[in-house]
C-alpha cells in the first residue's frame, strides 16, 4: 500500500546527489519557496527554529515515520557525502509525511518541504555558511529572517516545464 512516507523515501532514493549545474537558478528558486513555506508554517504554528528544523515535531507532535524509513534514507552513502543539514531536511519531511499519513489536523498551507525535495531531485543538496548564506552550486542566497521571506507570492515556478524554461 502506497502512503505519503512510502513514496516520498522512493523519491529521495531516487535522486541523484552528484549535482546538476544546468539547474542551478530553477534550485535557487526552489529554496527560496522553500523558505518562503517554511515562513509561513512557522509563523502559524509559532515554532521555533527558522528556516531548517522539524517542522512536525510542532505541527503533529508524537507522529513520526518509522525508524526504519528515516534510518535508511539517512544512513544512504550518498545522503551521508551531503551537507548534515539536507539528510536533516530529508527525515523532516518524511516526518510530516507521517502526519499527513495519520490524518494529523495540519494548517492549510502548501507542503512545505515540496520544493526542498524538488531542488535535491534537480541536482542535489545545498550548504550553509557561517556568513548566513545558502549555497546552491556556488550561488549564494542571503538566509535573511522569516520576515524577510513571508509572502503569500510563490517564489518558484509549480511545473517541470516552467522550472526547465528558466534553466534554458
Known amino acids: 500500500m502506497s502512503t505519503a512516507v512510502s513514496d516520498l523515501a522512493v523519491r529521495i532514493h531516487a535522486i541523484d546527489w552528484n549535482g546538476n549545474l544546468d ?11 522553500y523558505l518562503r513555506r517554511m515562513a509561513l508554517w512557522t509563523r502559524t504554528l509559532d515554532a521555533r527554529g527558522w528556516p531548517f528544523y522539524d517542522l512536525a515535531e510542532f505541527a503533529a507532535p508524537g507522529i513520526r515515520a518509522t525508524d526504519e524509513i528515516v534510518q ?3 544512513d544512504n552513502p550518498d545522503i551521508v557525502r551531503q551537507f548534515p543539514t539536507v539528510g536533516k531536511t530529508c527525515a523532516w519531511a ?3 509525511a507521517a502526519a499527513r499519513d495519520a490524518g494529523a489536523s495540519l494548517p492549510d498551507l502548501p507542503d512545505p518541504f515540496e520544493p526542498l525535495i524538488r531542488m ?5 543538496g545545498f550548504s550553509l555558511s557561517t556568513t548566513g548564506t ?23 515556478p509549480e511545473t517541470d516545464t516552467e522550472l526547465n524554461a528558466l534553466d534554458d
Open 94 to 96: 518524511l516526518h510530516l
Open 23 to 33: 539547474h542551478t537558478r530553477s534550485r535557487v528558486l526552489l529554496m527560496r519557496e
Open 72 to 74: 535508511g534514507v539517512k
Open 120 to 124: 535535491y531531485e534537480r541536482g542535489g
Open 134 to 156: 545558502i549555497d546552491i552550486d556556488g550561488a549564494g542566497i542571503h538566509r535573511g529572517t522569516l520576515l524577510h521571506h513571508l509572502g503569500d507570492t510563490p517564489k518558484a
